[in-house]
Each structure stands twice: as C-alpha cells, then as structure tokens.
C-alpha cells in the first residue's frame, strides 16, 4: 500500500513539472512558472524519503532560483513574498542545499530585501526617486490568486533626423508586432510632432525613431503605451531641436492609456484597470496616470487595497487628454534651458560643419598616400582570387586563390589562418606567408598545401609543404596534410610561424614550426589523434612562457577537446586511446586537457562527435576566459545543414564555467522535448547547462575525472 502510494506521488510530481514546462514553454512566464512552483516544492520538502527529495529539488531548485535572479516582484502580493522568503528558508537548512543549490543564498538575499522594501512602501515610508516613466503591463495569464502578473516596463526613445521617411526600430524587435502596438506608435509621434510644432518651426520632414523596451518580457499588448510613448516621444524631440525649454517626468510616475490621433487618452475597461491599479500598488510607484473614464474603477480598487494598507502613498490622477497631462507640473516639469548649457548644445550640433571640412581635407590627404603606399597590410577573399591590400584598402596585387568554403571565407579569423603579414627583416615593409591551395583553380586537381612566403613584389622567398608519415596501433599514417597558420612569435631567439597540420585521408595533425627567415622546421613538434581546427599562443599562466591552446577531435575517445601546453614542452603526442595513440611519440604533459562528449540531441541522431567551430576559439582579455564553439546538424542526411548549438566558457582555473545556448538549437531541441523524443529539462535552462558541464571530462592529476569541482 506505501509503495503504491509512493508511486502515486511519483507520478503526480512528473505530471506537475511537465505541466509547468510546457505552460512555460507555450507563455513564457517567469512569474507564472515561480507561482506554480511554490506548492510544488512545499509538497517536497516535508516528504520523508531524502532520496527522492534530493533529486527532485535538484531538478527543480536551480530554475526556481534562476527565476527569482531574472523577475522584478512588483504586483506580487506582500504576503506571497512572504511566503517566498519562508520557503526559501526552510529549503536553506536542507542538509544537501549547498551541493545541489548553491544560488539559494542569493536568491535568499534578493527576496528580503524586496520584502523590507515592500513593507516601508506600504507603510508609506519610501517613494520612488527615479525620473522614468513606467508603463504597467499584463501578461496573458494576468492573475494568479491575488498576485497580479505583469510588470512596470520603462522606454527610452532616441529620435535623429532621416533623409527619407519616418522609420521606426523596435529594440529588442518585436516577432509578431501585434497591430495595435504598431499603429500606437505611428499615432503618438504623429500627436508628438503636431504638438512640438507649436514651439519649434524647421522641424526635418523625416526622423528615425528607436524606441527600447528597457525590462520587456516579451509582452507588449494592446495600445496602452500610447501615453506614455508620447510624452517620452515630446522630450526627446525637445532634446533634439534645443528650444528654450524641456520637459522631465516627476519621479516616480506611471502612466497607462493609449491615445487617438487629437491626444484624447483611451479607456482601458474596467477588468484591466483593476489589475494594473493592483501592480502598481505593489512597486515602488507614486502616482499612476490613468484615461478619465476609469478614474472611478481605479479609484475603487485603490480603497480597496488602502483597506489593509491605509498608509500606502499612491495616488491615481485621471486626465482627459495630452494638454491636461502636460499642464499637470506634479507629473511632468518644465524647465528652462540654462543659456550657456544651450549654447554649448548648439556648438555641438553645429559641429558637423567643421567635421564634414576636416573630412573633406582627409579624404584629400587619404588619396594621396592612397597611391604611395605599397606596403601588403591584409587581405579579402572572393572564392577565387586573394587580393592584397595596403592599409588604406587599396589593392597591390591579387593572385589566384580558390577557396569556396562560405563558412570559412567570410570571417576574420578564417583568414587569419590563411594569411599574414610579418615585416620579417625590419625593413619596414610586410612580408606576405600564406597557405597555397590545395586545389588548382584551371584543373582542379587535388594538390599539396604548403606554407609559402613571399615579399610585396610577389616573389617566393620559400616553400615548406608537411609531408611526414607517421604510424599508429590502429593503421600507418602517410601524407596528404591540409596546412593552416597559427600565429608568429620569439621562440628560442628565433622569429617562428607556427602552424597545424591535418592528415585528409584520415585522423591525425600536427603543430609544428617554421622559422620566418628561412622556412627551416623546428624540431618541436605535437601529434594529436584527431584534426586541429583552431589554436592560439597566450602566456596563460603568467609565468611568462608561451602555452599553446588547441581545439579540435579526438577520433580515440570520439569527444571534442580543447588543449593546453608550454610551446616548450610540445614536442610529443597528445593521450588518446590505445589504437589511436601516436607511436614512437613521448606523450606530452599538458596545462589541461578538456574532452566535451556528445549531448543528449547528437547521440539520439546517432553522430560520431559533436564538432567544434572551425577557427572559433579565442582567448577573450576582459575576463581572461577561453571560448569554443561548437556545432552540430539538424538532418542525418545533409551534412552542411549546420546548427550552431552552444558556445563554452572555460576560466583561469581551465574549468568550463559558463555555457551559453544558441537559438537555433534551443528551438530544435526544445521542439524534440515537446514532442518527447528528447527528455526534460529544456534547453536553455540551468538544469539542462549543468547536465552539460556534468558531462565534461578533465585530465587532472594524471587520471580523467567528470566533476572537476570535487578535486
């Protein structure tokens, strides 16, 4: 009978958190999927059977805390809050809490503070200092119990002036941009503009208009931001034009209503006011703005919410139309411009002139060392031929260059693996090494790539092609080898390029040297059992030796790696498996070795890796961090139907700390897991980016381990 009712249990919890996954998944509500959650996790924490409960929160906690990270608390009754905080404790004092959970402290945190806040609202103790104008909105699912849903979203619009048409840019853009919001917009400048005439004459017939959405969501609907997106549309033009005067929200108003074409504000309906009075009446806002007709709805609610919280310092002003709300100076200040201020503007704007005279006197001086200088800088590739560019983007020569590969050629970094410009003898003019193609553009016969150099006036100063063979358990390992270039650097007293090597009939790569001056190979030279498909030199341990950080495929364990090593200490084999390690080759001690198996999505399609980016790691300066990405593809059948999935984040302590999921895969796999092809939980998600990490295998103390946090 027990075990019976356990699995009862078992089953009701699979069937709650599916039910909230896909209602998330269909509405996109944070602060409906957080709601839902609390009775699901009271029901978890008084259970008896650790083993359940510690698993199941495991799930469920790290989106429940990410949820509380992401959402703002306003409309959320004080007793909620209340309840969140609680809830929050109890999970605290959990014996496991600190393995499985560490984010709970901080969502702990935030959770206070927003509660001691709320109550000196309440109690009229704190107003809001901030100059924004905060629009109210609704979710679809608007209203859970006596929590309202919904948010206090902020604009920020920037007006400039446009040659054409009036064009109007929606940052982050709207996917659906539903029609109301569309027309709202065209109306309130059109009430903007008819009114900003009355003060300022040469207005330009056209202007583009951003208008950010500083908090959304992802809702936006109906018209009620007419408003407020006028006012916000008047003070920017003020702003542009420079007049006398300027107009400045007070602090803390919101202002709900959307507006007809003679600045008439429009009635929002008795249910929606109710619901926006109630989110208001939870946040931090002073005094809501609302259309007349709705001022006794409005009203009523607030007496209402006054019942328990008579010292509450919110109050509803209802205007009729445009020239009430300006007239108002309790919501909006107008203030005039201090003359030297003013002045100083209109200097500044004015500057053009003297640019557009600076400019022209550039442009001159530009042409003329156009034509002077031919020192080769860089290069562009079309597919067929190289172009070699001074600095000024002026072409010296071109050279045929066969090389179609659209996800190599249009990149930077592509073709700095192809390309570079090295002043070898300090003479000061650039010489050009290059990786010839291993095609020939009349024939198209497979050919050798080798590693030339030559100087501006396009003759060879040397050739290197890498042709050794080498031999595993598994089979011999003769030429042919594709060639790309790594980067140049002092290494032993003498100007390296160093490059990598891949074997095209099959699995092995090398990274080797060649000395600037004359195209000798060095002796240092690192085998891997798997292709190469970036790498970059960085003293990564500031013991001022350079490392060298490769990522590519390891065909023995069928992972992607990422790879680190003192040059000085490369000459050698990377570890693999035993049928694929290099024979005869010392294996080498790296820095770190990382192996990144397959995910859940590429072993159900049956692939052999999951693949790394051609050319996409970098070594990122601002914080120090290694990035990789990597891709798959969405059909077995078509091998260039790519799908970028995710990028890694890997830190100082060679740790993959951060994962972050690209789009098209978060789609895909999500639509697999609704269809249940794929198991919970979604893509981008805390959960899903841990059951990543949990799978990434580190070489740490001479033995693989997969969670590197637990030595």
């Known amino acids: 009978m027990k075990e019976q009712r356990n699995q009862n249990f078992l089953r009701f919890l699979e069937n709650e958190i599916q039910r909230i996954n896909i209602n998330y998944y269909e509405n996109q509500s944070i602060k409906w999927k957080l709601l839902n959650y609390i009775p699901l996790i009271e029901k978890l924490i008084i259970i008896k059977n650790e083993n359940i409960k510690e698993a199941y929160l495991t799930e469920i906690l790290r989106d429940f805390c990410f949820i509380i990270e992401k959402i703002s608390f306003e409309g959320l009754e004080i007793n909620t809050i209340k309840k969140i905080k609680n809830l929050l404790n109890r999970i605290q004092n959990l014996s496991f809490i600190d393995k499985i959970c560490p984010e709970i402290k901080e969502s702990l945190l935030k959770v206070d503070d927003w509660y001691e806040k709320l109550q000196e609202i309440l109690t009229g103790q704190v107003s809001n200092c901030n100059n924004y104008i905060y629009i109210p909105l609704l979710e679809n699912n608007s209203q859970i119990d006596d929590n309202v849903l919904g948010l206090l979203e902020i604009i920020i619009i920037k007006v400039n002036k446009a040659k054409y048409e009036n064009k109007y840019i929606i940052v982050p853009s709207e996917r659906t941009l539903e029609n109301f919001i569309e027309k709202q917009i065209k109306t309130s400048w059109y009430v903007a503009i008819n009114y900003i005439k009355k003060f300022i004459k040469n207005l330009a017939p056209f202007h583009e208009v951003v208008i950010y959405f500083e908090r959304r969501d992802g809702f936006c609907h109906g018209n009620s931001l007419g408003a407020a997106l006028t006012i916000k549309y008047i003070e920017e033009l003020l702003n542009l034009y420079n007049p006398t005067f300027l107009i400045e929200p007070n602090q803390g108003l919101a202002i709900t209503g959307g507006m007809d074409e003679k600045g008439r504000l429009l009635p929002i309906g008795e249910k929606v006011i109710r619901k926006k009075v109630k989110l208001v009446f939870y946040s931090q806002v002073n005094q809501l703005v609302i259309p007349k007709e709705d001022e006794a709805t409005a009203k009523n609610e607030l007496e209402k919410l006054k019942e328990f919280y008579p010292n509450r310092g919110l109050k509803i002003v209802a205007v009729e139309d445009l020239e009430d709300l300006l007239n108002r100076r309790n919501l909006i200040k107008i203030r005039k411009q201090n003359f030297l201020k003013r002045t100083k503007k209109y200097i500044f704007i004015n500057k053009l002139n003297v640019f557009f005279i600076f400019s022209l006197i550039l442009l001159v001086f530009y042409l003329l060392v156009l034509n002077i200088d031919n020192n080769p800088f860089y290069v562009t ?331």
Request: proline share 3%.
């Open 381 to 711: 590739l079309d597919g067929m031929k190289a172009h070699i560019k001074n600095k000024y983007g002026k072409i010296l020569f071109s050279m045929n260059y066969p090389f179609k590969d659209i996800y190599k050629i249009n990149t930077s970094q592509a073709v700095n693996y192809l390309f570079k410009f090295v002043d070898i003898d300090n003479d000061g003019n650039n010489e050009i090494i290059y990786i010839s193609p291993g095609k020939s553009d009349l024939t198209g016969e497979e050919l050798i790539e080798s590693v030339k150099c030559i100087d501006k006036n396009k003759k060879e100063l040397w050739s290197y092609s890498f042709s050794d063979t080498i031999y595993s358990e598994r089979e011999d390992l003769p030429p042919i080898y594709n060639v790309r270039l790594i980067d140049t650097i002092t290494f032993k007293g003498k100007k390296i390029i160093f490059c990598f090597a891949n074997n095209k009939p099959s699995f092995s790569s090398a990274v080797f040297g060649l000395e600037l001056k004359n195209g000798r190979r060095i002796k240092e030279t690192l085998w891997t059992s798997g292709h190469i498909y970036g790498a970059f030199l960085k003293d990564l341990n500031n013991n001022r030796i350079v490392d060298l950080v490769i990522s590519g495929l390891d065909n023995g364990y069928e992972d992607a790696t990422v790879f680190g090593v003192e040059l000085e200490n490369m000459n050698g084999c990377r570890l693999s498996t035993n049928q694929y390690l290099i024979k005869n080759k010392q294996i080498i001690s790296p820095i770190f070795y990382i192996r990144i198996p397959k995910c859940d999505y590429e072993s159900m399609m049956g692939f052999r890796f999951p693949y790394v980016r051609e050319y996409d790691i970098r070594y990122r300066e601002v914080d120090k961090k290694i990035i990789l990405g990597l891709f798959s593809f969405s059909s077995k059948s078509i091998i260039s139907d790519r799908i970028m999935t995710y990028t890694l984040e890997i830190d100082t302590a060679f740790k993959v700390s951060e994962i972050i999921i690209d789009d098209d895969f978060r789609v895909l796999r999500d639509s697999l897991v609704v269809q249940k092809k794929l198991r919970l939980p979604y893509t981008d998600t805390k959960e899903y980016k841990e059951l990543l990490k949990r799978n990434i295998i580190y070489w740490v103390n001479g033995r693989w381990i997969r969670n590197f946090e637990k030595q």
